[in-house]
């Protein structure tokens, strides 16, 4: 069965950086895009970019441009998502989920930025 | 970017009795290739979201029958036949026919009255 299992929770202070890992399993891990979303308290769903596992290519939101960092080890079946600079706002459940219609999810990884 | 809009924000429903709730795209959905790329997703309280409908109509695997999306365009639809208690939860559409940004709708919080 398909599983994405991601990475604990993580507290961080302003302007430091997170790296986020998803690992799946259950399926042939570069035959599907992996794509990130966030969730910030109380609020909706907000589509980060995603990583083509096979190449290594990489699509983005515009927000995220320059901040946020979308790589993966085949080896060993892992996506990686990196937020720098991070922000108050930045504090949010973030999300790895598989294929262009996100049809399987990983549990969520609670970021919290504060000082 | 395409901005999605459901209504209701919140829809108390009776256990047993129907619930539908509303997307509407600020442009058609309807891909080049001919599909349209309209999902529909559950998030239960405290759960991650789990996908239900993909491209318009088609139920996952494992979700009761009890749920249908239909529509097309810019206009689409979710319907609960019979609400139970475990349906509990925010709704959310999403578009991924014109990219980037895949995109969500605001999301439709289902409660029992």
């Known amino acids: 069965q398909v599983q994405l299992v991601q990475s604990g929770a993580e507290v961080k202070k302003p302007g430091a950086s997170v790296k986020v890992s998803c690992k799946a399993s259950?399926?042939?891990?570069?035959?599907?895009?992996m794509h990130w979303v966030r969730q910030a308290p109380g609020q909706g769903l907000e589509w980060m970019g995603w990583?083509?596992?096979?190449?290594?290519?990489?699509n983005f939101a515009q927000k995220f441009q320059g901040r946020v960092t979308m790589t993966r080890d085949t080896s060993i079946s892992t996506a990686y998502m990196e937020v720098r600079g991070l922000r108050s706002d930045d504090t949010a459940v973030y999300y790895c989920?598989?294929?262009?219609?996100?049809?399987?999810w990983g549990q969520g990884t609670l970021v919290t930025v504060s000082s | 970017d395409v901005v999605m809009t459901q209504s209701p924000l919140s829809l108390p429903v009776t256990l047993g009795q129907p619930a539908s709730i509303s997307c509407r795209s600020s442009?058609?959905?309807?891909?080049?290739?001919?599909?349209?790329?309209l999902h529909w997703f559950q998030q239960r309280p405290g759960q991650s979201p789990r996908r239900l409908i993909y491209?318009?109509?088609n139920r996952d695997s494992g979700v009761p029958d009890r749920f249908s999306g239909s529509g097309s365009g810019t206009d689409f639809t979710l319907k609960i036949s019979r609400v139970e208690a475990e349906d509990v939860g925010v709704y959310y559409c999403?578009?991924?026919?014109?990219?980037?940004?895949?995109?969500f709708g605001q999301g439709t919080k289902v409660e029992i009255k």
């Open positions: 989920a598989r294929d262009d219609s996100l049809d399987y």
């Open positions: 259950g399926y042939t891990f570069t035959d599907y895009y």
């Open positions: 990583i083509n596992p096979n190449t290594g290519d990489t």
């Open positions: 442009q058609s959905l309807v891909h080049s290739d001919g599909n349209t790329y």
């Open positions: 491209k318009v109509s």
């Open positions: 999403m578009q991924s026919t014109h990219w980037p940004p895949w995109t």
